[in-house]
Nanobody
Framework: QVQLVESGGGSVQTGGSLRLSCVAS????????MGWFRQAPEKEREGVAA????????YYADSVKGRFTISQDNAKNTMTLQMNSLKPEDTAMYYC???????????????????WGQGTQVTVSS
């Protein structure tokens, strides 16, 4: 399994921005779908965004379209999630996921991915 380390979480007020990063232990970005998920207390983990190798295709949950941007830097084995116009409902633990199969067609399903990071907390206050 690929080792993933997330960073960049924190606490912001409504309307603020955060940038999450996910660094992989090896170059998986060229071969597999990668994604960001989040899980709020007492809720199921949900897909936020995903990216196909090379950034040719990106996918977003309707709740974050227009506010979040997923990108990757293959040279640095890094994937990022730029989050703007944050809302209190964005508060959750955010997870990086890698080694996703199926050509990203089911990008928002947790069982698409083989590797997961430990998560980084995002808290948005009103």
């Amino acid at each position: 399994q690929v080792q993933l380390v997330e960073s960049g979480g924190g606490s912001v007020q409504t309307g603020g921005s955060l940038r999450l990063s996910c660094v992989a232990s090896e170059s998986t970005y060229r071969r597999h779908c990668m994604g960001w998920f989040r899980q709020a207390p007492e809720k199921e983990r949900e897909g936020v965004a995903a990216i196909w190798p090379g950034g040719d295709k990106t996918y977003y949950a309707d709740s974050v379209k227009g506010r979040f941007t997923i990108s990757q830097d293959n040279a640095k084995n890094t994937m990022t999630l730029q989050m703007n116009s944050l809302k209190p409902e964005d508060t959750a633990m955010y997870y990086c996921a890698a080694e996703g199969g199926g050509w990203c067609l089911q990008w928002n399903r947790t069982n698409t991915y083989k590797s997961w990071g430990q998560g980084t907390q995002v808290t948005v206050s009103s």
